[in-house]
């Protein structure tokens, strides 16, 4: 069965690094988004993309944050200049040929910054 | 009020008990609802589509009521491999990049399950 893939599982870095998350979402999708869960609270939409180009972000979604699909395949999140706050559970998320079908979560990237 | 919002829970039955989930959201232009299901630090894991009409999968029945916005799910004859937290999820289209969006999906706070034996 066709699953989302995310690499790293686990990420640690300083505050003020930059962090790439990656994502490998389902290979016929053509919608793909990015969540997050800081721990013991609900999860959080981030951003969604679509035929190349952000489609919708949330407040959280600043100008540190950016998102890129470099190729047929991969998806990744970059956080240009971490905060402590920016712990969190990160899940990519893809769906299929329409906006409002399902959408399939990634193992997620645990992101921990120290 | 918050966009979606479930029973706060927890919920501890013993195997076999039938369980109901409750939910409402605030949106009325939300199009597509989802129960997931999500064990501890995991990720979200579809359980069902919730239509108008009702739907059963197994032992799990979802319904949805548009005009009061409320979505429920009931489980029955539950298992210990029950045991979890229920998302109520909602997918709105809204927008604000300049173009069209594709669909957001809003999570309740989740409800946690625990089936004992």
């Known amino acids: 069965e066709p699953e989302v893939t995310q690499t790293p599982s686990h990420q640690v870095t300083q505050m003020g690094q930059e962090v790439i998350l990656r994502c490998v979402p389902i290979s016929n999708h053509l919608y793909f988004y990015w969540y997050r869960q800081i721990l013991g609270q609900k999860v959080e939409f981030l951003v969604s993309?679509?035929?190349?180009?952000?489609?919708?972000k949330s407040e959280i979604f600043d100008d540190q944050f950016s998102v890129e699909r470099p190729d047929g395949s991969n998806f990744t999140l970059k956080i240009r200049s971490t905060k402590l706050e920016d712990s969190a559970m990160y899940f990519c998320?893809?769906?299929?040929?329409?906006?409002?079908?399902?959408?399939?979560f990634g193992p997620g990237t645990r992101l921990t910054v120290l | 009020r918050k966009e979606v919002e479930q029973d706060p829970g927890p919920f501890n039955v013993p195997e076999g008990a039938t369980v109901a989930f409750n939910c409402t959201y605030s949106?009325?232009?939300?199009?597509?609802f989802f129960w997931y299901r999500q064990d501890c630090r995991k990720e979200p894991k579809l359980l069902m589509s919730v239509y108008s009409s009702g739907n059963e999968d197994g032992r799990f029945t979802a319904q949805l009521n548009r005009a009061s916005q409320y979505i429920s799910l009931l489980i029955r004859d539950s298992k210990l491999s029950d045991s979890a937290t229920y998302l109520c999820?909602?997918?709105?289209?809204?927008?604000?990049?300049?173009?069209?969006?594709?669909?957001?999906?809003?999570f309740g706070q989740g409800t946690i399950l625990t089936v004992h034996p």
């Open positions: 993309f679509y035929n190349n180009e952000i489609s919708e």
């Open positions: 949106n009325s232009a939300s199009q597509s």
């Open positions: 998320a893809s769906s299929g040929r329409e906006w409002n079908n399902e959408q399939f």
């Open positions: 999820v909602v997918n709105t289209r809204g927008g604000n990049a300049g173009g069209t969006s594709y669909g957001k999906l809003t």
